[in-house]
């Protein structure tokens, strides 16, 4: 198992009297290669458990493993970090070095990676994600697209088995998100990568195999996108919108239109009400 949580809670003590309980219980197992996506509204929780997945945070109660690996083991935090590759919202805090090649190179340096091996892993990591010809560019004046692939690219160069999406392509226009999404897919893909893709665009999660809706600490939903989109109605409790396909086939379907059930993108919507005219 790539990830297992099991009975994981998390409370941020504000003071002695108050605290919160960010990740209440949590229990999930995520099998290596899989691509998820993870929902919920603001303050569902999201971001505490991508830092319990690399041991930013630890548990305050029950257990994180990473490939087996407790993050309550000093011994394997390095491995657990290296495993564990984080990006996060703004794509203009994750730049470290004013020349693409050598931001990239930023990660693998740290953990004193030999020369040649650098070499490599770099131009490997950039041409992932489809940015090697800009490797002597500098990140700055590049698109929120662009300089989110290049902070994958980063993560990339240290080799982890599972990448973490945080809010990732929450500040990018639709064509830097639909960039970014294509290429966590393609490391799914390709290179067998475990993703999780945190958002809270609900029709980014369409195409992972698994989705996971969180609501005030706990998982209020978890199956195939498809079968998860069917309970829209709950999901409107919980302040999240299906995609409009979805709710305009429901709308129909509430007038009396025969519209089966299932629908989730333009396509089948337009393919369900050819057959009915
Ligand atoms: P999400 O990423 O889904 O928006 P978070 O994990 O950031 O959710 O937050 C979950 C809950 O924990 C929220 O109630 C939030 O206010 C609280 N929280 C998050 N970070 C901190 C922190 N550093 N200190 C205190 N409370 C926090
Ligand atoms: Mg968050």
């Not at 029950?62 to 390095?78: A, M, P, Q």
């Not at 970090?81 to 984080?86: I, L, Q, W």
């Not at 040649?116 to 560019?137: C, F, N, P, Q, T």
């Not at 509430?254 to 005219?277: H, P, T, W």
Request: charged share 25%; aromatic share 6%.
């Amino acid at each position: 198992m790539a990830v297992v949580l099991e009975n994981v809670t998390y409370s941020y003590n504000l003071d002695e009297m108050h605290r919160i309980d960010a990740v209440k219980n949590l229990s999930l197992r995520i099998k290596e290669g899989t691509f998820v996506a993870l929902v919920g509204h603001n303050g569902s929780g999201k971001s505490t458990f991508a830092k319990l997945l690399n041991g930013l945070l630890l548990p305050t109660s029950g257990e994180v493993k990473i490939f087996g690996n407790s993050t309550l083991d000093g011994n394997k935090i390095y491995e657990i970090r290296k495993d564990v590759g984080m990006v996060f919202q703004n794509p203009d805090n994750q730049m470290i070095a004013s020349i693409v090649e050598d931001d990239v190179a930023f990660g693998p340096e740290n953990l004193g990676v030999e020369r040649e091996e650098i070499k490599e892993r770099v131009e490997w990591a950039l041409s992932k994600v489809g940015m090697l010809e800009y490797r002597k560019h500098t990140p700055f004046k590049m698109s929120g697209g662009q300089k989110q692939r290049l902070a994958i690219a980063g993560v990339l160069a240290i080799k982890p088995k599972v990448l973490v999406l945080d809010e990732s392509t929450a500040m990018l226009d639709p064509q830097g998100r639909s960039e970014v999404l294509k290429v966590a897919h393609e490391l799914n893909r390709e290179d067998g990568i475990t993703v999780i893709h945190i958002t809270h665009f609900m029709e980014e999660a369409l195409d992972a195999d698994r989705l996971i809706v969180m609501n005030d600490g706990q998982i209020a939903f978890d199956g195939k996108p498809r079968e998860v989109f069917k309970h829209y109605e709950k999901l409107k409790e919980i302040k999240l919108a299906v995609p409009w396909e979805t709710q305009m086939a429901i709308s129909l379907k509430k007038v009396g239109l025969d519209m089966g059930s299932g629908i989730v993108n333009e396509e089948e919507l337009v393919e369900k009400l050819c057959q009915l005219l």
